[in-house]
């Protein structure tokens, strides 16, 4: 037999880590399998009374964060969904004499029929897919429910392409106001004159990233350390997190500023020291914030932004201050430089999403965007001016009489960085052999008319085809 060895590994145990919802005192996985029983027995043979049984005064807990019961808002999409799931099994005439028959089968012939039939966007269909993996452990069933690779090639069978029921993590453009051409400083200053307070909300969002439930909650006082601040109240799943000063001294100084007003203001204004509504539920505190924000016609259809924008401009001035460029989603740096500073990067992308209360990098992504989806953004701009030039009626056939050889887009329009609508795009031509440059006038004359406020013309010189340059094809 052989002997353990003197330093005592020979004896240790493999130790696996347990998941959050393994250590959970109630509502954990298997939790709900009596319950289920129960309304099996109570309602044979009709699915759907079980499942209306069974969801009856359900004590529904959260898998993540801290041990709590899910919002309401939540209990009742999850009721909601699981009710649908029997209704559309019944209408896939895969029918079920008991709820805890749900399981693999299941759960891909309805991704497919969300997906294909209804038309169900990408997001809609994993919430519906997480609903079912949730009944399903709660009732003793954990791994039921394929994930990942694994239910994208069941899916690939029934033909619902992976693009069908994965969510784009990336933003499409910055969504900050800032890029929407809105000022926010100019628009705090002008909601502080009749309503303070939503004023020094607006900036804890924009300086320090926070939700706005986390800006109502918040107690300066309290959250105020020497290199940051420490975000405890009102975080998605009760998560703390600690936001730190910026590096730029003036970016600092602001934030130390803000800070400074909002301990005054909370100090004066409500007895716990908070920067929300005194004697008011969390619900009727978010009411009327969000009164204030229509009052002033802060929102997407008035404004072109949302509330939100704010945490999303603090995440792409947080990236700027650690790596000193925009993000990817302002589009106005070229994706070599990205690629050539990946360590740099990657290390803002995990800087920025921990300040804004996630745990993944690339979380990030979704307020920041991708060198890879910058590409494809850009790509796209590129390829939008090109057809603006060549399919305006008129123009190819006036630039060639007037003696235009050939045309490239140059400058940031042949990079593909996002412009505002107001900036003209920089159109670099060459003429035919004898032409003289005062023809340039005539060209001028031709993009205005076609064109107005488009385009700025300016002549090849050298000869030479531009380094920068993107050419568009005129004939």
Partial sequence: ???ASGNGRGKRRAHRLKSRA????????GSEK?????????????????????????????FIGRKRVVAE????????????????LKKLNMHIQRIDEIGWRHAVALAAYWANELGHSSSTIQNKLTVIRKFCELIGKKGAIP??????????????????????????????WKAAGVDAHAIIEVVAVENPQEALLFELELHFGLRVKEALSFRPREAE?????AIKLGTKGGLGRFVPFMKDPVKQAKQRDVLERARAWADEHNNKGEMGYPRLTMEEARTKYYHVLRKYGINKKAM????????????????????GHRPPAEGEQSPAWFKQNRELVNHAYKNVSEALGHWRKDISTAYLSSVSMMSKLQQQRIEKLIEMVQNTPGIAPGLLELGVKRAWLTGRAALGIEMPHNERFVLTVGLEEGVKWDVLHGVHALLQKLLPGRVMVTPLLGGVQPDDGVEVFLC
Avoid at 147 to 159: D, F, H, T, V
Avoid at 225 to 229: N, Q, S, V, Y
């Fill in 304 to 323: 072109g932004v949302a509330s939100h924008g704010l945490r999303h401009q603090f995440a792409a001035d947080m990236f700027e201050d650690i790596t």
């Fill in 22 to 29: 393994e250590t959970l005192t109630r509502g954990g996985p």
């Fill in 1 to 3: 037999m052989a002997k």
């Fill in 73 to 88: 808002k939540t209990r009742t999409a999850f009721g909601s969904t699981l009710k649908n799931v029997v209704n559309d």
């Fill in 225 to 229: 350390r020497r290199e940051g601040i």
């Fill in 34 to 62: 009596p319950r289920s029983l129960d309304a099996i027995k109570a309602h044979p043979n009709d699915p759907l009374r079980q499942m209306v049984f069974f969801l009856h005064d359900l004590d529904l807990q959260s």
């Fill in 147 to 176: 994930k990942r690779e694994k239910l994208y090639q069941a899916l690939e069978a029934k033909g619902v392409e992976k693009s069908a029921v994965t969510r784009a993590q990336v933003t499409h453009g910055s969504k900050s």
